[in-house]
């Protein structure tokens, strides 16, 4: 298993390396200069040229690139051309509300989903299977940002039940930060009125991140159940009269959910990527409103390194999904 693990560590380091570079060259090949919009409207020519030198930005691309991976390689993420202050810095501060918001929306999608999935194959073409068909679609359809706005005018306005945006309520102060994740931290400090009115925060962006999750994991779980539940073990066992529950608890589920765990994996990413629109939505103070307010000021640095971040997250979250799927079916690492 340890071998293993090294093995898909290794892996991921190529992919990160060619990450760096495409990210660099993909910011130097779109529209707009960066000192220009640094300098302002009413900026000189010499004023933008004497800004673009200060960066570096006036050197030929393939020395910027051995420059930016040199700098990277080194934790150097550089400096905000819109605030001036360290990226690095920045991106610590915002990391623990996308990964929280994301943590949550993955164990919503997760839980519900295959517990859906299991249902839907268990009532298989009966009225539940039909529920959860429709659910599945009509999460994968909903756009994320229109979803966030309707349970905005629901929940927040026409209700009053849960808070219309960001993190926590002003009203209850600070809360020492250990970590950046609220619900941690809140605990920690011996506040539950914190910790409570932090999940009313969470609620609804969770909500909106984890439903295409949510239809995607309960349609891999359907299909995996589905085609378990024909293998002789099963029909053996279900001829032995165990029953429909207690058969799919012991020996169906652990057989059919391998391959969703593997995307579990896949949908972090695409969960990271959609909490930018779900983020700007609620006001999230994470790395998709960073992200966001980068690419109005055309802040290169901090998108690279947004980016980089994203990579090495997941890069660490396929990883750990390889490592339990591994846990679950030990064929996988003898492959």
């Known amino acids: 298993m340890a071998l293993y693990i090294l093995r898909r560590i290794a892996l991921s380091i190529p992919a990160l390396l060619g990450l760096i570079l495409l990210t660099f060259v993909l910011s130097r090949v779109v529209p707009g200069d960066p000192a220009a919009t640094l300098a302002g409207d009413a900026a000189t020519p010499a004023?933008?040229?004497?800004?673009?030198?200060?960066?570096?930005l006036d050197r030929p691309i393939l020395e910027q690139a051995v420059i930016h991976v040199r700098q990277v390689l080194s934790g150097d993420l550089g400096n905000s051309i819109f605030s001036g202050r360290p990226v690095a810095e920045e991106i610590w501060q915002r990391l623990p509300a996308t990964l929280e918001l994301t943590f949550v929306a993955l164990f919503l999608a997760t839980l519900f989903g295959i517990?859906?999935?299991?249902?839907?194959?268990?009532?298989?073409?009966?009225?539940?299977?039909?529920?959860v068909r429709v659910v599945s679609v009509g999460g994968l359809a909903i756009a994320s940002f229109w979803l966030a706005i309707m349970l905005q005018l629901q929940f927040s306005m026409e209700w009053n039940l849960l808070p219309l945006r960001g993190r926590l309520d002003v009203?209850?102060?600070?809360?020492?930060?250990?970590?950046?994740?609220?619900?941690?931290?809140?605990?920690a400090a011996g506040r539950p009125d914190m910790?409570?009115?932090?999940?009313?925060?969470?609620?609804?962006?969770?909500?909106?991140?984890?439903?295409?999750?949510?239809?995607?994991?309960?349609?891999?779980?359907?299909?995996?159940?589905?085609?378990?539940?024909q293998k002789d073990y099963v029909?053996?066992?279900?001829?032995?009269?165990?029953?429909?529950?207690?058969l799919a608890a012991i020996y169906v589920l652990r057989n059919a959910v391998t391959v969703t765990v593997t995307q579990v994996g896949l949908l972090f990413g695409a969960?990271?990527?959609?909490?930018?629109?779900?983020?700007?939505?609620?006001?999230?103070?994470?790395?998709?409103?960073?992200?966001v307010q980068a690419i109005l000021s055309a802040d290169y640095k901090a998108l690279l390194a947004v980016t980089l971040v994203i990579g090495v997250v997941y890069a660490v979250v396929n990883v750990a999904v390889d490592v339990a799927q591994a846990v679950i079916d030990p064929r996988v690492a003898d492959q």
């Open 47 to 56: 004023q933008i040229a004497q800004i673009r030198a200060q960066y570096g």
């Open 115 to 131: 517990g859906l999935g299991l249902v839907a194959a268990l009532d298989h073409n009966g009225p539940l299977d039909h529920l």
């Open 171 to 187: 009203a209850l102060g600070q809360v020492p930060r250990l970590t950046g994740f609220m619900l941690f931290d809140t605990l």
């Open 195 to 229: 910790f409570l009115d932090a999940l009313r925060h969470l609620a609804l962006p969770a909500f909106t991140l984890a439903l295409p999750g949510l239809a995607t994991i309960a349609r891999f779980t359907r299909s995996g159940v589905l085609e378990v539940l």
């Open 235 to 246: 029909l053996y066992a279900r001829a032995a009269g165990y029953g429909r529950f207690r």
């Open 271 to 291: 969960l990271v990527s959609g909490a930018v629109a779900v983020e700007a939505v609620f006001d999230w103070p994470g790395l998709g409103t960073y992200a």
